[in-house]
């Protein structure tokens, strides 16, 4: 969890975190409120994060998939252009 996340929830007076110890596997959190319990406010946090995270997984996928299809529609166009050049190079003109 962010700290901004819970940090911008009104319920929340005060969110941080800290690491013990680099090699330790844990994390310590520390949420106050201004009244709900610190669980229901964490998890509620945490439940935005993730909706959040779904929204840009998806839109990223979405701007993947579109700049995919806009580079497979050039690269045919591409092709395209470079057959008509083939084509014309390969015709023998008669200048007058």
């Not at 901004?4 to 110890?21: D, F």
């Not at 979405?62 to 299809?69: G, L, R, Y």
């Amino acid at each position: 969890m962010r700290e901004s996340e819970a940090g911008r929830n009104p319920r929340v007076t005060l969110a941080g975190y800290s690491i013990p110890h680099p090699s330790l596997e844990c994390v310590n959190v520390r949420v106050q409120t201004t009244g709900d319990p610190a669980r229901e406010v964490l998890k509620d946090a945490c439940q935005e994060l993730m909706l959040m995270n779904r929204h840009v997984r998806s839109v990223f996928h979405k701007a993947v998939s579109e700049f995919k299809e806009e580079h497979a529609r050039l690269k045919a166009e591409e092709e395209e252009l470079k057959k008509q050049r083939d084509l014309l190079e390969s015709m023998d003109f008669e200048s007058n």
